[in-house]
């Protein structure tokens, strides 16, 4: 298949984050295209601007914005315009839904999400205990978490322990080892979310041997072996089965799926306690 390209310039004042986002899951949506990305983040002052419309006459594309000041805004329109690149502000449509539902208009904040405010610190502070029970660091104080992560070496517990971390819950992952019992305390706790992750022996296989080839270590060890995998799954499974706690598949899965699945089943857990 003979791939085409585009030029994306996404610009926005505050950190670009929601652009990209954007950007890329409209763009995946396009076989056989990509998208040649410019991100030009925290552009608040007209010499900021005239930087970015610069780049833009050089590789003209689609611009996609989140600009709240209407001067700004206005001179990237007319920018535009001149080298006939399409433009979008990706917030506005949400914006006028909500003025026209609320019945107010909006205050311009630029960066307004990112304000340091209780949410903000509630996900530096989940962060933090996230990163100290990586890998099953810290056991004696589990039941702080919000989420426990259990699964073989290489489910991708880790990346998904940061991403929830991000979300603001406090997550600990703790490897299941095969003659290595998991912490007896699993059993009994009851405020946090334990969810085993699982996937197929082949995913697991290659994973580890990529991880080996990296070490440039021996990979005729068991650690590899597709049989010794497959038990090491079977047992892991009998384990979430015996306690009832949910399973989540991440062989073809991506990290956000994962987290998005676990973000949806804490929600459930949580409802519980209201509802005692």
């Known amino acids: 298949m003979v791939r085409s390209y585009f030029h994306l310039h996404l610009v926005s004042d505050s950190t670009g984050?929601?652009?990209?986002?954007?950007?890329?899951?409209?763009?995946?949506?396009?076989?056989?295209?990509?998208?040649?990305?410019?991100?030009?983040?925290?552009?608040?002052?007209?010499?900021?601007?005239e930087r970015v419309i610069n780049e833009i006459e050089q590789a003209p594309g689609i611009v996609l914005y989140t600009l709240v000041g209407r001067e700004l805004t206005e001179r990237l329109e007319e920018a535009c315009r001149a080298?006939?690149?399409?433009?979008?502000?990706?917030?506005?449509?949400?914006?006028?839904?909500?003025?026209?539902?609320?019945?107010?208009?909006?205050?311009?904040?630029?960066?307004?999400?990112?304000?340091?405010n209780a949410e903000y610190f509630k996900r530096i502070d989940a962060m933090n205990f996230t990163l100290a029970h990586d890998d099953g660091n810290?056991?004696?104080?589990?039941?702080?978490?919000?989420?426990?992560?259990?699964?073989?070496?290489?489910?991708?517990?880790?990346?998904?322990?940061?991403?929830?971390?991000?979300?603001?819950?406090?997550?600990?992952?703790?490897?299941?080892?095969p003659g290595v019992p998991p912490p007896p305390v699993l059993e009994?706790?009851?405020?946090?979310?334990?969810?085993?992750?699982?996937?197929?022996?082949?995913?697991?296989?290659?994973?580890?041997?990529?991880?080996?080839l990296s070490l440039k270590a021996d990979d005729s060890s068991s650690y590899v072996d597709r049989d010794s995998v497959a038990n090491e799954i079977a047992s892991s499974r009998r384990l979430f089965a015996r306690n009832r706690w949910p399973v989540i598949d991440v062989t073809r899965r991506s990290i956000e799926e994962t987290a998005a699945a676990i973000v949806d089943l804490h929600r459930e857990h949580r409802l519980k306690f209201i509802a005692d």
Do not use: C, F
């Open 83 to 116: 080298t006939g690149s399409p433009l979008l502000s990706v917030l506005e449509p949400v914006h006028r839904l909500l003025q026209s539902y609320l019945g107010t208009h909006s205050t311009a904040r630029p960066g307004a999400q990112h304000m340091l």
């Open 17 to 49: 984050e929601t652009l990209i986002n954007v950007g890329r899951a409209a763009a995946a949506q396009y076989e056989g295209v990509s998208a040649i990305e410019h991100v030009y983040p925290l552009v608040r002052s007209g010499t900021q601007l």
């Open 188 to 212: 009994t706790l009851r405020l946090p979310l334990i969810v085993g992750l699982i996937a197929s022996p082949e995913r697991i296989v290659q994973i580890r041997q990529n991880r080996l």
């Open 138 to 177: 810290l056991p004696h104080d589990l039941n702080e978490a919000d989420v426990i992560l259990l699964g073989v070496s290489r489910t991708s517990k880790t990346p998904t322990a940061i991403y929830l971390a991000n979300r603001g819950l406090k997550t600990t992952n703790i490897p299941l080892i």
